[in-house]
Every structure is written in structure tokens, then in C-alpha cells.
Nanobody, 122 residues
Framework: QVQLVESGGGLVQAGDSLRLSCAAS????MVWFRQAPGKEREFVAA????????YYADSVKDRFTMSRDNAKNWVYLQMNGLKPEDTAIYFC???????????????????WGQGTKVTVSS
């Protein structure tokens, strides 16, 4: 059984940075999703099992960077230039299979963390 544990959320001001972390064991394709109040859970970023390939939602491209340290079993989401619209609960998720063309589809992921809350004030 894969367990995922997120950390690093908090309350920040617009323009600030945060780094989210997700502890995960095993060779897994990893993603970050987020869910704002009253909205659907949406894709944020994905990284391949080896870390060579990443994908980003248009809304976060050039501001967020996803990376991983496979030796330590950590995945990170560096968030710069935060905006109030980035306010959400952020979830990491994983699958054992490689990332495919449906990397943005939450139904593709078997394992989910409990989420960490990010609040960006204006």
C-alpha cells in the first residue's frame, strides 16, 4: 500500500513563495492536484517516475516547478509568484504505471494524500 503525506501549506501574501512536499515510497508517477472551495479538483503538475518529464497546467506554468528526489522519496512543488486564485487544498497523487497522455485526469491515480491547505491573501 502506498502512503502519501503532504506538507508545506500555509497562509501567504500574493507574490510570495511556498514549497509543498510529498513523501512517497516506490517508483511512482506523481502529480499535484488542487481543489478550491466550491470548485472541481484540477490538475496542477505531474512528474514522471524518473523525474525527466514534467507537465504543468497553463495557469501555473512559469510559476510552479515540480521536482523529485528519488533517493529520499520526496516530491516537491515549488510555487513562486503566488496569486489569490492559487488558494486551494493541494493534493499529491500517484500511480505505479508511467505517465501517459491522460496525466491530467485524476481518475488515473490510485493513491492520494490527505491534502495541504494553501491560502494566498491579496
Amino acid at each position: 500500500q502506498v502512503q502519501l503525506v503532504e506538507s508545506g501549506g500555509g497562509l501567504v501574501q500574493a507574490g510570495d513563495s511556498l514549497r509543498l512536499s510529498c513523501a512517497a515510497s516506490g517508483r511512482l508517477a506523481m502529480v499535484w492536484f488542487r481543489q478550491a472551495p466550491g470548485k472541481e479538483r484540477e490538475f496542477v503538475a505531474a512528474i514522471s517516475r524518473g523525474g525527466a518529464t514534467t507537465y504543468y497546467a497553463d495557469s501555473v506554468k512559469d510559476r510552479f516547478t515540480m521536482s523529485r528526489d528519488n533517493a529520499k522519496n520526496w516530491v516537491y512543488l515549488q510555487m513562486n509568484g503566488l496569486k489569490p486564485e492559487d488558494t486551494a487544498i493541494y493534493f499529491c497523487a500517484a500511480r505505479r504505471e508511467p505517465l501517459g497522455s491522460t496525466y491530467h485526469d485524476r481518475a488515473q491515480y490510485d493513491y492520494w494524500g490527505q491534502g495541504t491547505k494553501v491560502t494566498v491573501s491579496s
